[in-house]
């Protein structure tokens, strides 16, 4: 990983090749896009948790640029809203986010636990989706991945080690941003069929967080639902080396390419 998404130009962040996303050479991500999304967020907020973030992505995530501009709705005792709008070079809104910040109280709660396959006994691979609309280096050739055993990057439901690149070059990551480029991730590596003559695109991005990653290795546990009226689902349990931290929750849209 030798190359961050995006690199900032004033107020301006400009995305690398690791930022593009499958289907068009100009357009991000919106895995790094939601991570930058954060960033802003978290920017306006102290002394609370950022636990629970939606992204909205109505235009094409720009690679020539974008601009943040977020707003605080509130900031109360025990919870904060942020507002953060993403804007292209035309001042026009690609995608918006509404955030929750909760206030931490240490305690000794009893919590669930799940099973996590280890990082030790997973094996490198590359990145499951692989071709792309366009030919030039995306999103996918900067992750660094890790099958856990039985997996092999089939379609179907899916679990996945994946660790990746900074948002921004020369700027250390929130331990929430670490997570956002996974999080987005979850109906690529459990597609139901390949990405040949199906166009699959998310048009939003929900992360909810109750514990914040303590690795940059995080895994997805994700299944997709591709429905024939052309909507679909997919759905990610999130680990980093210890345990569960959250979950992803994408809304897709499915359109036959041929």
């Given at each position: 990983m030798?190359?961050?998404?995006f690199?900032?130009?004033?107020?301006?962040?400009?995305?690398?090749?690791?930022?593009?996303?499958p289907?068009?050479?100009?357009?991000?991500?919106?895995?790094?896009?939601?991570?930058?999304?954060?960033?802003?967020?978290?920017?306006?907020?102290?002394?609370?948790?950022?636990?629970?973030?939606?992204?909205?992505?109505?235009?094409?995530?720009?690679?020539?640029g974008?601009?943040l501009?977020?707003e605080?709705?509130?900031n109360?005792r025990?919870?904060a809203?942020?507002h953060?709008?993403?804007r292209d070079?035309?001042?026009?809104?690609?995608?918006?986010?509404?955030?929750?910040?909760?206030?931490?109280v240490?305690?000794?709660?009893?919590?669930?636990?799940?099973?996590?396959?280890?990082i030790?006994?997973?094996?490198?691979?590359?990145?499951?989706v692989?071709?792309t609309l366009?030919?030039?280096?995306?999103?996918?050739?900067?992750?660094?991945?890790?099958?856990?055993t039985?997996e092999?990057?089939?379609?179907?439901?899916?679990?996945?080690?994946?660790?990746?690149?900074?948002?921004?070059?020369?700027?250390?990551?929130?331990?929430?941003q670490?997570?956002?480029?996974?999080?987005?991730?979850?109906?690529?590596?459990?597609?139901?069929?390949?990405?040949?003559?199906?166009?699959?695109?998310n048009?939003?991005?929900?992360?909810?967080?109750?514990?914040?990653?303590?690795?940059?290795?995080?895994?997805?546990?994700?299944?997709?639902f591709?429905e024939?009226?052309?909507?679909?689902?997919?759905?990610?349990?999130?680990?980093?080396?210890?345990?569960?931290?959250?979950?992803?929750l994408?809304?897709?849209?499915?359109?036959?390419?041929?």
């Amino acid at each position: 990983m030798t190359e961050a998404f995006f690199q900032r130009d004033g107020d301006w962040l400009v995305g690398n090749d690791a930022a593009r996303g499958p289907w068009a050479v100009d357009a991000c991500h919106a895995g790094p896009v939601t991570g930058a999304l954060a960033g802003s967020a978290e920017s306006v907020v102290a002394g609370k948790q950022l636990v629970r973030l939606t992204a909205n992505f109505t235009r094409p995530l720009p690679m020539a640029g974008f601009r943040l501009v977020p707003e605080l709705l509130r900031n109360g005792r025990t919870t904060a809203i942020v507002h953060v709008d993403l804007r292209d070079r035309d001042d026009r809104r690609c995608a918006s986010a509404e955030c929750l910040f909760i206030t931490e109280v240490p305690n000794d709660l009893p919590s669930a636990t799940l099973p996590v396959p280890p990082i030790e006994e997973s094996s490198p691979g590359r990145f499951s989706v692989t071709k792309t609309l366009h030919g030039e280096k995306m999103f996918g050739d900067f992750v660094e991945t890790r099958f856990p055993t039985g997996e092999d990057g089939s379609p179907g439901p899916t679990s996945l080690w994946m660790r990746a690149p900074a948002i921004v070059d020369g700027e250390a990551d929130s331990a929430f941003q670490t997570a956002c480029p996974i999080a987005d991730c979850g109906n690529a590596i459990s597609r139901n069929a390949e990405f040949i003559d199906i166009s699959c695109v998310n048009a939003d991005l929900t992360l909810s967080m109750f514990r914040l990653p303590r690795s940059d290795w995080i895994l997805s546990n994700s299944t997709s639902f591709w429905e024939r009226n052309g909507i679909g689902m997919s759905h990610s349990i999130l680990f980093d080396r210890d345990g569960p931290i959250g979950t992803a929750l994408q809304s897709l849209v499915l359109r036959s390419m041929r």
